[in-house]
């Protein structure tokens, strides 16, 4: 059986305003209905539900590959551990994977993440109100990295620019020019930008992660510039980003959740919780992109070898057929396992899963701990401003435009 090559009349087309105002509607539709259908206009076949898209992140590239990555990430990062597979996957993740786990991160990176979520609580903790997302949200996961990276912080608004063009350059499946030539130009001056920073760090290594990753070696292999670069364009756009409005979801989930947010206040124990349900229920990344190898029969028919198939993130982790009562927001439920939540062992879709589980999950949730801890710290009492309302925006990436809220200063 072959999937419809049409978009199905029940389901709102994901190019349409009214997808994006709101996806999860169409995210049901897609999964009752419509389980696989091929896209024209983004030559891709889209796939909604959690078995599926689970089977697509677990395969071992008999089914499934990366090779979508040379045309979709390639064009504004360069070639990285995405692209890769085999031995030289492998080899290169073993040389940048330390410092995102165990004793590294714990001794050498928390107290980056605590001083630069202080730095920024500070600017607004006797105020009374902030808006998390422009105060805190956009501005924290960037400071900590450039920091790890040993890069100035006061180059922040670069950062914030480039990695705001590489999200735009993956969200843009209609093929604007415009969007396509600023995402390449991003490539270019991160190039100019930390290609220098490189050649200091291997004369005159210090003890930031680019050192760290100029002098790194497995099994004889070290990383060439081009490689760090292209990791360092990689960890600040995907690391920024997703870590962004993670923190902006999950604080927007709670402030509409009074009850979960209370409990939350009460036992800081319950910040992991909080961030895998809000994985689960709004991911920072909806939609990620394989290959086929090979023919390939999933629910709703066989996609052709050599396609695109766009995994939809987060349609899956709100499947019925996988969790109870999906469309609500529940820290507590007890059909998602926060001890594997930050693992590839996790039974929610939002780091990917397999060997290209995201690298930085670990460092996401420290960052995600320690942010949210210090932040409810600061803002006792903490609530959604009078009047205000909590929108999502985005396609590819999605999180709040704005969390205004009100709260007593600590004096």
């Not at 004369?203 to 760290?212: F, Q, T, V």
């Not at 036992?267 to 961030?275: E, K, M, P, T």
């Not at 198939?309 to 057929?321: K, M, P, Q, S």
């Not at 999906?326 to 998602?336: A, M």
């Amino acid at each position: 059986m072959t999937a419809s090559r049409e978009v199905p009349a029940a389901v709102p087309d994901i190019l349409s305003p009214e997808f994006a105002a709101d996806p999860y509607t169409a995210y049901r539709a897609m999964r009752d209905t419509a389980p696989l259908f091929h896209h024209e206009a983004i030559g891709s076949w889209i796939v909604s539900r959690y078995e599926d898209v689970e089977r697509v992140f677990k395969d071992k590239a008999s089914e499934f590959t990366t090779e979508n990555y040379d045309w979709q990430l390639e064009p504004v990062h360069g070639r990285t551990i995405l692209q890769l597979s085999g031995r030289e996957h492998a080899v290169r993740r073993a040389l940048v994977a330390p410092a995102f786990r165990g004793r590294e991160l714990q001794e050498t990176f928390v107290p980056v993440i605590e001083r630069n979520a202080r730095e920024l609580i500070d600017g607004f903790r006797h105020a009374g109100e902030v808006d998390l997302v422009d105060a805190f949200a956009t501005r924290f996961p960037v400071n900590v990295i450039a920091d790890m990276l040993g890069l100035d912080k006061g180059d922040h608004a670069k950062f914030h620019g480039w990695y705001t063009k590489v999200v735009a350059f993956l969200s843009n499946l209609t093929g604007d020019p415009g969007i396509m030539a600023a995402g390449e130009r991003t490539r270019v001056e991160l190039a100019e930008y930390l290609l220098p920073v490189i050649q200091e760090r291997r004369n005159a290594p210090g003890e930031d992660l680019l050192s760290s990753l100029c002098t790194a070696e497995v099994d004889g292999v070290s990383m060439s510039d081009e490689d760090i670069k292209a990791f360092c364009s990689l960890l600040l756009a995907a690391g920024g980003e997703t870590t962004d409005k993670a923190i902006a979801s999950l604080f927007a989930n709670l402030l509409s959740h009074p009850d979960q947010l209370a409990a939350v206040q009460k036992d800081r124990s319950l910040i992991d919780r909080a961030f895998a349900e809000t994985l689960r229920h709004t991911p920072p990344v909806h939609m990620i992109m394989r290959q086929t190898a090979v023919d390939v029969t999933v629910t709703g028919g066989r996609i052709p070898a050599g396609a695109t198939v766009t995994c939809l993130i987060g349609a899956a982790n709100r499947d019925e057929r996988r969790y109870t009562d999906p469309d609500t927001f529940n820290l507590f439920r007890e059909d998602l396992t926060t001890t594997n939540a930050f693992s590839a062992a996790a039974d929610h879709l939002a780091f990917a899963l397999g060997r290209h589980f995201c690298v930085g999950a670990l460092l996401a949730r420290a960052e995600v701990r320690i942010g949210v801890g210090q932040l409810l710290d600061a803002m006792p009492g903490v609530r959604l401003a009078d009047g205000a309302t909590l929108t999502e925006q985005g396609l590819f990436t999605r999180g709040p435009v704005s969390v205004p809220v009100t709260f007593t200063p600590v004096r």
